[in-house]
């Protein structure tokens, strides 16, 4: 059985990972007769976002435990990944990853990537094995590799600062997935465009069968 | 276009609401043609717990504010529900419903409901529109209205509670609904069981199709 690892950045679209498009991919994983191990960093998030208001909390909170959440208890400190033991890696979106994952959404083009984040990455591309990003998760990609296709979708300014990082932008919409076929990267926009949760799953199904495709 | 109003306990397993059931069952109303409203109690968490270890954490947590993560923001005060706006109500579980909108995690058939969670149902129900509960949350209807026909699965002394309480408990598994014809009451068992996202997904479905085959 092929075995995913779900790479989170909290719990929550404003200030972690997006719930939607977290658990859809989970649910598209497993659906396509896959299984998976949720892993997330063991730090501290970059900040609390009140979900009503888009407030900030005057609270601390860890990535890891509040990932946690999402994983019903069954995660593990991204740390202890081994690459050996899966057969892709996967980054659900969220504002976290460009917060807590890396920091992107700070220093843009300029920004800096958790060395735990970095590593996974490398040591899966270093087995050519899939990796997969939704929503804002490419430009961590983008990043790391620095020559690689990916999509978000639309938005101008992030396609900006991955071009800026010396990769390409592809324009997509609902559902779209563009493949890295020398990198063996897979992206799709989510709710990097405006989607509703039927689209999300769809997306999410869509990058879960191209990279279980790619599989060896 | 139907309407669901789905409520929330918060957003985690431990101390709120289960992410997969509350995430499925807005994909399940959407896939089906159908829309949503996401409520939540203004209350206090009864606790918060960190979900890697188990352990309450000194902190404090609002369920409106904690729901909004798994409603991107767009979420409303139960206070605020209006029966008249919507064609049936859902309960994703959890046991932040055990815990937040009644006390049947402490009290079991000696609890007491969330008014505002007991208003909701009451308005609904005296309009004979459906009203469905996934997983713990069949407990609120048995308390409520002391003699139905519910499951929450197979635990044995959450299906004591249920009986103690006037109601009649039917044993089931996996995806199962249990319909009472006489209150348009809609109950499936999920997380209740040992189950996986995949069970999740398809107890969603049938509990969303089952509701919206009895809708006017």
Redesign the interface.
């Known amino acids: 059985m092929k075995k995913f690892a779900v790479v989170l950045a909290g ?4 200030d ?1 990972a ?3 498009e977290a ?2 991919t ?2 598209a994983i ?2 396509q007769g896959a299984t998976y191990e949720v892993f997330a960093p063991d730090i501290q998030q970059h900040h609390v976002l ?3 208001t ?1 407030e900030e909390m005057k ?1 601390k909170r860890n990535v ?3 990932s ?6 069954k ?1 593990k400190d991204l740390k202890n990944y081994e690459a050996n033991n899966f057969d892709a890696l996967i980054f659900p979106g969220g504002f976290g990853v460009a917060k807590n994952l890396c920091d992107f959404a700070f220093k843009g083009a300029d920004c800096k990537i958790n060395p735990d984040v970095e590593k996974a990455i490398l040591k899966t591309a270093s087995k050519n094995k899939p990796i997969g990003a939704l929503c804002i998760s490419p430009v961590i990609l983008a990043k790391i590799f620095g020559d690689v296709e990916v999509t978000i979708g639309q938005d101008k300014g992030t396609a900006e600062g991955i071009e800026k990082m010396g990769s390409t932008h592809v324009r997509t919409t609902h559902g779209e997935v563009i493949i890295d076929e020398k990198n063996n990267l897979f992206t799709t926009p989510c709710y990097m465009l405006d989607a ?3 689209q999300i ?1 769809e997306g999410a199904e869509n990058i879960v069968r191209a990279m279980m495709g790619r599989m060896k």
């Open positions: 719990c929550g679209v404003f972690g997006e719930i939607h658990t859809l989970m649910l497993m659906k009140n979900h009503l888009g609270e890891l435990i509040e946690a959440r999402i994983a019903r208890g995660i509703n949760i039927v799953a």
